[in-house]
């Protein structure tokens, strides 16, 4: 098989590496096992576990920025300013202009800035010659503003739904006409992200989708089993709409049906949840068990009958990806990229916010023989193996990244 080389060196930049980015760690594997080196940055460092061996690999690679502390942050804009003088006052006096439109305050760009002024200098130490950002918050705001201290070039991937909640405020469209390229990853995204700049940079928004690796894509298919076990996985946020399973299977526990939930991930809501759960007399039906590695995710889901992801916003969720490509029917809500991949052949899809919707169609899979439920996995198996495969996508962003040639 040809080996290729690369003329660029691409950086990577997240804000802080959790445990749910699952699909930024794919996307790096994909492109080093495709001989792209990747340098590794993060703003801050992640204090809580990481359940994952290879999600502590890349915590551990990953260079922190903010780990220069305070004298740092002022040796590097002493450096800057007095290296790049002209750079240096153009990018901060951006900065001001961005800040003071933002919805975050003139402190946060400074701040953002202080960030560009360190990273700008690994850049070129460590001979980076492009920079990826993923989503389109403060990550993005840092690598615009170290492409203009370094001359880097920069794109940066945007996920929702906080970009597009807050495009105005976070200088969406300003950040867009400044990058090489921006990805979205959905169809969805792709047109949120065109209302938010000029028509000339249309052009420039590229769609890429997450991917799954072999782990998911390559694993023999499990039958659905005969249980009443319906698995969620996600951060613990109002946005994942957690509280609205618990209260939809209370519902079910009203009506004599047998559920049992199992809640995968961490968050501000689970002190919430866990009150829901406790008000709703649910403790034998509804458990928490916190992050979990990808094998015991995969295990989770392999041991239950469908997925549930009742969200309120999202961009297109990771989870139910990897629920089709286990074969696992989902439940989930009509809204952003979801439908792009979620429809009746494969699933259940509700209005977000109605529990009374969701037990409805909990109830309805519930009821469902597995012959029909190992019908629809297999469809949705298919889907995803066409659509959601991180070798074909991190190519397409390669391709995007430029400077690729084949040598064998």
């Known amino acids: 098989m040809p080996t290729m080389e690369y003329s660029v060196n691409v950086g990577y930049l997240v804000n802080v590496y959790l445990p749910s980015l699952s699909f930024v760690r794919r996307e790096l594997l ?34 922190e920025v903010l780990g220069v502390g305070a004298l740092g942050l002022l040796i590097a804009i002493v450096l800057t300013c007095f290296t790049k003088p002209g750079r240096f006052i153009a990018t901060l006096g951006d900065a001001v202009r961005e800040g003071r439109r933002s919805d975050r305050g003139l402190l946060r760009h400074l701040i953002c800035f202080a960030e560009a002024c360190v990273l700008s200098r690994w850049l070129k130490r460590d001979g980076i010659t492009h920079l990826h950002a993923h989503f389109g918050t403060n990550t993005a705001a840092v690598a615009c503003m170290t492409s203009a201290l370094s001359g880097i070039s920069y794109s940066f991937t ?23 390229f921006v990805v979205a990853i959905s169809e969805f995204g792709r047109g949120q992200l065109m209302r938010w700049c000029a028509s000339e940079h249309w052009p420039k928004i590229k769609v890429v989708r997450c991917g799954l690796d072999a782990r998911f894509l390559r694993s023999d298919s499990v039958p659905v089993p005969d249980n009443t076990r319906v698995v969620c996985v996600g951060r613990l ?16 526990k009203s009506r004599g049906i047998p559920i049992e939930v199992r809640l995968i991930g961490g968050g501000e809501m689970q002190p ?92 309805d899979a519930l009821a469902m023989p597995t012959s029909k439920l190992d019908e629809m996995g ?22 995007l990244f430029g400077g690729a040639r084949n040598v064998g």
């Open 30 to 63: 994909a492109h080093e096992a495709a001989g792209l080196q990747v340098q590794r940055y993060v703003l801050r460092r992640y204090v809580g576990p990481l359940p994952d061996e290879q999600d502590q690999r890349e915590h551990a690679l990953s260079r």
């Open 158 to 180: 945007v996920h929702g739904p906080e970009e597009f909640d807050r495009a105005p405020g976070l200088g969406l469209g300003h950040k867009i006409a400044r990058a090489r």
């Open 237 to 252: 946020v109002e946005q994942k709409a957690q509280l609205v399973l618990v209260e939809a299977a209370a519902i079910l």
């Open 272 to 363: 919430q949840i866990e009150a829901a759960v406790a008000r709703h007399e649910l403790r034998d039906q509804v458990k928490l068990l916190g992050w979990l590695s990808a094998a015991d995710v995969q295990r989770e889901m392999n041991e239950a009958r469908l997925i549930a992801q009742p969200s309120l916003a999202e961009g297109l969720p990771v989870a139910l990806m990897e629920a089709l490509a286990l074969s696992r029917p989902v439940v989930t809500t009509r809204i952003a990229g979801i439908p792009e991949l979620i429809d009746g052949q494969v699933g259940w899809v509700v209005s977000p916010g109605s529990a009374e919707e969701l037990a409805t169609a909990l109830s």
């Open 378 to 399: 297999r469809i949705g198996r298919q889907r995803v193996l066409l659509r959601h495969d991180i070798a074909v996508e991190a190519e397409r962003l390669r391709m």
